[in-house]
C-alpha cells in the first residue's frame, strides 16, 4: 500500500496563512512508500475554499495496489497501528513548517509586536462608500480604462437623487493655519436653503495622518450636522496603499523633489475626488480648501450655463476665479475622462496646466472667464510646507452680482472708451467722464422691471476723480425721449453720495413696486473728472427647484 498524503491550506484576507503568496510543495519522505505534500491554495483561485481562518484541513487520498491477497489480518492491524502513528507525527511536522515559513518571510511580524509603539492612535470610524456609477460617459458605459479606487466614508452620504451641482475640494494637514471649516461655512452660509438642496459638498480628506483625520471629522460634524443629516455634505478618504508611487518622480521643469511629490499626490487627489463626484450633480465645481464665496454663487453658475446653452457654445470648462484650481466649473459626463486623464499624467505638470490641456483636448480653445469672481482665495500660508502665500483674485466681489440686462445712458462727456455701460456691467471696467456740470445724469434702464433689494454706487480710484455732489433716484414707466434714448417718466430719491459712494439695503420694504430706472443726478458742478467704479443692485430671486 502507497498512501498519499496531501494538506491544502488557504486563508481570508485577514487570516494568518493567507499571507503565504507562494505556491509551496514539500515533499518527505517518511519511509521508502510514504509520501506527504503540503499545498497552499493559489490566491488566484477563485471558487470557495473549506479552509477558513487558518485551519487546516486534512485529506488522505489512499490507493492500493496489493497484489498479495495472502496477507492475514493480524499483519493489517500492525500496519494499520504504525501508519496511524506515523499520520500524527507527520502532521505536527507539517504545522511546525507552515508556521516556521510564515515568520520567515514575514519576520516583521514578532518584531513589531514586540517594539511597537506605546503610543495610542485614535480610532477612525468609516466604512466602505459606494460610488455613484455615472451613465453619461462611455468610460464607465462599458467598463473602459478602469479607475480601481475604493472610498472611505468618514462622514455623511450623498442622496440617491441627482443634485444640480457638486462641488468638490480636497485637504490636507497644513503645518501653518487650516481654513477648511471657514471655506464650508462660507459655502453654506452664502446660499439660500434652495440653493443649498441643490448642491452636495465633496469634501476628500487626502492627509494620510489619521490623528488629524479624526479630529477634523470630530469637528466637521459638530459644525455642520445639519448639513451632513440632510446629504447636502459628504466626507471621503482614500487610503495611501491605493496611491501609485509619490517619490523618486520625474523632475520635469527642473522642480525639486518635494514639489513634484506634492503636486503630483495633488493630483491624485483630485482625480480620486473627481471620479467620486461623477454621477453627484449635473455640474461639478472644483475649489480649494482655503476659499470664501460669493453671495448666492449658485444662481450665478446657473445664469452662465443657460446662457452658454442658449448660445450653443461648445464648451469643457467654465472659470469663475482667475486663480489656480479655484471655480473651475465642468459638466459630469466629461468627469470619468477628467479623473483618468489627471490620473495618467500625475506626475508630468501641476493640476491647473493639466486642466488646460485636457480643455483643448475637449476642443474648447479659449478660456471662458467669468468676472467678477465669484471666490476668493483666503488662505495665508500654503498648504506645501507652510510657505507664506498672499495670492489674492482682484476680480472678486464678495457681494452677489445681480444686475439684470439693462441699457446705460448718459449726458457727460465721455473719455476715450470708457463707456457708461462698463460702471453697470461686471468685471473691471469703469466709466470716465469728463468735469460734470449741475444736472447731469447716468441713467439705467432696465430690460424688465425689477424689484430692487439694494443699490451700490462707488466712484473714483485712489482718492481722485470722486462724484462729489449727486443724488440717486429709481424710475418708473419708460418713455422715449430725444435720438431714440429711453428713460422713466418719473423719479423717486433715494439718497445721496458721501465721500463719492452710495449704498442702501432692504429698500423693498419701503419700495415694493417694480422699478424701471435707475439714475445718478449731478447736483453740483465740478472742474475734476468722474470715474463711476460700480453701480451694482441686487433684486429679488426667483425661488429654485429643490432637487433636478
Excluded at 515568520?103 to 492612535?121: A, C, D, K, R, V
Excluded at 462611455?138 to 472610498?151: H, I, M, T
Excluded at 425689477?450 to 470722486?466: A, P, Y
Aim: proline share 5%.
Amino acid at each position: 500500500m502507497k498512501p498519499d498524503l496531501s494538506v491544502r491550506a488557504n486563508g481570508v484576507e485577514e487570516g494568518t496563512l493567507s499571507q503565504l503568496n507562494i505556491y509551496l510543495k514539500v515533499t518527505i519522505h517518511l519511509v521508502s512508500h510514504t509520501v506527504l505534500t503540503v499545498r497552499p491554495l493559489s490566491h488566484s483561485l477563485k471558487t470557495p475554499h473549506p479552509f477558513v481562518c487558518g485551519k487546516i484541513i486534512l485529506i488522505t487520498e489512499p490507493y492500493c495496489n496489493c497484489s498479495d491477497e495472502r496477507q492475514t489480518k493480524s499483519t493489517i492491524g500492525m500496519e494499520e497501528m504504525r501508519r496511524y502513528s506515523k499520520k500524527k507525527n507527520v502532521l505536527l511536522a507539517v504545522l511546525l513548517l507552515i508556521g516556521g515559513l510564515y515568520f520567515i518571510s514575514h519576520p516583521n511580524f514578532l518584531i513589531s509586536g514586540l517594539t511597537g509603539s506605546h503610543e495610542q492612535i485614535p480610532n477612525e470610524l468609516s466604512w466602505q462608500a459606494e460610488r455613484l456609477v455615472s451613465k453619461e460617459s462611455w468610460v464607465e458605459q462599458g467598463v473602459y480604462l478602469p479607475l480601481n479606487v475604493s472610498y472611505q466614508l468618514l462622514a455623511g452620504a450623498p442622496s440617491t437623487q441627482q443634485r444640480y451641482l457638486s462641488v468638490g475640494l480636497s485637504s490636507v494637514k497644513r503645518k501653518k493655519g487650516s481654513y477648511l471649516i471657514p471655506t464650508l461655512k462660507s459655502l453654506f452660509s452664502q446660499s439660500s436653503p434652495e440653493e443649498r438642496s441643490s448642491m452636495v459638498v465633496v469634501v476628500l480628506l487626502a492627509d494620510f495622518d489619521v490623528s488629524w483625520r479624526v479630529a477634523t471629522v470630530s469637528e466637521i460634524k459638530t459644525v455642520f450636522a445639519s448639513e451632513l443629516e440632510q446629504g447636502q455634505l459628504v466626507v471621503l478618504h482614500v487610503p495611501q496603499d491605493l496611491y501609485p508611487p509619490l517619490t523618486g518622480l520625474k523632475r520635469n521643469y527642473n522642480d525639486a523633489p518635494e514639489r513634484v511629490s506634492f503636486r503630483s499626490k495633488q493630483n491624485l487627489d483630485y482625480s480620486f475626488l473627481i471620479h467620486y463626484s461623477a454621477s453627484l450633480g449635473q455640474y461639478y465645481l472644483q475649489l480649494e480648501d482655503d476659499v470664501s464665496s460669493a453671495k448666492n454663487f449658485l444662481t450665478t453658475i446657473r445664469r452662465h450655463i443657460e446662457e452658454q446653452e442658449v448660445k450653443k457654445t461648445t464648451w469643457a470648462m467654465l472659470e469663475f476665479s482667475a486663480l489656480g484650481y479655484i471655480g473651475k466649473l465642468y459638466k459630469s459626463a466629461h468627469l470619468p475622462l477628467l479623473a483618468r486623464f489627471l490620473f495618467l499624467f500625475y506626475q508630468e505638470m501641476p493640476c491647473d496646466w493639466l486642466m488646460g490641456h485636457f480643455r483643448e483636448l475637449l476642443t474648447q480653445k479659449k478660456p471662458i472667464l467669468f468676472k467678477p469672481s465669484l471666490f476668493q482665495h483666503m488662505g495665508t500660508f500654503s498648504s506645501f510646507q507652510g510657505t507664506y502665500n498672499k495670492l489674492k483674485d482682484k476680480d472678486f466681489e464678495e457681494g452677489f452680482y445681480s444686475n439684470p440686462p439693462a441699457e446705460v445712458y448718459t449726458d457727460m462727456s465721455t473719455y476715450q472708451k470708457h463707456l457708461p455701460k462698463l460702471a453697470w456691467d461686471a468685471g473691471e471696467g469703469f466709466f470716465w467722464g469728463r468735469s460734470p456740470e449741475k444736472g447731469n445724469y447716468l441713467t439705467v434702464v432696465f430690460t424688465d422691471p425689477t424689484v430692487v433689494t439694494g443699490i451700490f454706487v462707488e466712484t473714483g480710484s485712489g482718492g481722485k476723480d470722486l462724484l462729489e455732489s449727486a443724488q440717486v433716484e429709481i424710475g418708473h414707466d419708460v418713455v422715449t425721449i430725444e435720438k431714440g434714448e429711453r428713460s422713466c417718466r418719473e423719479f423717486q430719491p433715494l439718497g445721496t453720495l458721501e465721500n463719492g459712494r452710495f449704498e442702501m439695503q432692504e429698500m423693498d420694504r419701503k419700495y415694493s413696486s417694480a422699478s424701471s430706472c435707475l439714475r445718478i443726478q449731478v447736483t453740483a458742478g465740478q472742474k475734476d473728472w468722474v470715474i463711476i467704479r460700480k453701480i451694482r443692485i441686487t433684486k429679488k430671486l426667483n425661488m429654485l427647484p429643490t432637487q433636478v
